[in-house]
C-alpha cells in the first residue's frame, strides 16, 4: 500500500461469513481467533452468531472483521445466502477426519461460485487438524483436497462467471481450532488478499472505533470482541 498518504493509518472493514456442516468446528475457529481460547463441549450454533474483531496488521494498517458464524445444521441451511451476501470473506470448513463434512464443502463452494460476489476471498479450512495425527482419523489427506482443488480451478477457467479467463482461486489451509496451529496464519492470509482499494485513510470517525485494537501477532495474550446471538 503505497501513496501520496504513506504515513497516514488506514483502516478497512470487513464482513466474513463461515460456512460448513456441523461440528466442523467453525464456532471454535472464531473463539479461538477472538478470545483465544477453546471448548471440548461447545453447543451448536442456533441460526448464526455475530462477533467482530479488530486488529493491527502492521503500524499502518487496521482491519475490523465483522464476521458471521453460521449454523451448520441442515434445517438452517436456507438462512446462509442472508449471511454470505455482500461478504468479502467466506471461509468453508470441513472437518478432516469426516469425509462427509468435506464433501459439504464441496458443495458450498459451488454455491458461493454462482450465489457469492465476483470479488469474494473463498479459503477452504480443513479444522481439528490435531486429529490428524491418529492414523485411524487420518482421512482426508492433501492429495485428495489439492485434486479437488485443481478441478474446481479449470473449472472456473472454462465457467462464464470469469469472463477475463482468469480462474478463482480457493486457497486451501489446515488448522486446530483446539491447539489453535495456523488459526492466526490463516486470518494473515486473509488480510493479504484484502482490497487496498478498500482500505481508507484514518477519520475522526474512525479513531472512535479504534480501541482496544490488537496486533495479530499478539494474539495469543490478548482479544476484544462483541457479539451477539442472532
Ligand atoms: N479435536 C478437535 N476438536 C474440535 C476442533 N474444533 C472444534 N472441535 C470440537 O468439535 C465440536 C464442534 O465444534 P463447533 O465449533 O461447535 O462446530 P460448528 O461447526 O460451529 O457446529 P455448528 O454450530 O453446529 O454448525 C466441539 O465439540 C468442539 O470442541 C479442533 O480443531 N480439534
Ligand atoms: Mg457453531
Known sequence: MTDNNDNLKRFGQFKLVLLGDSAVGKSSIVTRFVKNSFDEYREST????FITKTLDLDSLTVVKFEIWDTAGQ?????????????AQVALVVFDLTDLESF???????EE?????GDDLIIKLVGNKLD?????????????IVNEYLSILENNSKNSNKNIDGTSMKVEYIKTSAKSG????KLFQLIAEDLPVEKFKVQTDEYSSTREGII????????????SCNC
Do not use: C
Open 215 to 226: 496486533n495479530l501477532n499478539q494474539l495469543k495474550n490478548n482479544y476484544n470482541s462483541s
Open 131 to 143: 486429529l490428524q495425527d491418529d492414523v485411524k482419523f487420518n482421512i482426508i489427506d492433501d492429495d
Open 74 to 86: 441442515e434445517r438452517y441451511k436456507s438462512l446462509a445466502p442472508m449471511y454470505y451476501r455482500n
Open 46 to 49: 442456533i441460526g448464526a452468531a
Open 103 to 109: 464433501k459439504k464443502s464441496q458443495k458450498w463452494i
Open 112 to 116: 458461493l461460485k454462482i450465489q457469492g
Open 181 to 184: 496451529e495456523n488459526i492466526s
